[in-house]
């Protein structure tokens, strides 16, 4: 299990991980539009789970600092953790109690 911050709000969505010297927690968007992220300003490695509206994580990508990506189709949630933090795989369920 891992706590889960969410960017819930403009500015959490804006900075994301930027600045930050390491977390031991993940941190979910939920995109209204867009689902192209990048890796500017990160100070470490992350894992990124791209899931659709029914929380399926369909796309994992591991990215460097200074990178961009964009998932194969377009994601209603992104789920950022620090590279290995925790082993999730295409096709498991997100269970979120906040949502």
């Given at each position: 299990m891992i706590e889960i911050?969410?960017?819930?709000?403009?500015?959490?969505?804006?900075l994301g991980l930027m600045f930050k010297?390491?977390?031991?927690?993940g941190l979910l968007f939920i995109l209204k539009y867009g689902s192209s992220i990048h890796t500017c300003f990160m100070n470490f490695t992350?894992?990124?789970?791209?899931?659709?509206?029914?929380?399926?994580?369909?796309?994992?990508?591991?990215?460097?600092?200074?990178?961009?990506?964009?998932?194969?189709?377009k994601a209603k949630y992104i789920l950022e953790?620090?590279?290995?933090?925790?082993?999730l795989?295409?096709?498991e369920k997100l269970e979120l109690n906040k949502l």
């Open positions: 911050k969410y960017a819930d709000n403009y500015i959490k969505r804006l010297k390491d977390i031991d927690y992350i894992d990124v789970y791209f899931l659709d509206e029914n929380k399926i994580i369909f796309e994992k990508v591991t990215l460097k600092p200074w990178k961009f990506y964009k998932p194969s189709k953790t620090k590279k290995n933090h925790i082993n795989k295409k096709g």
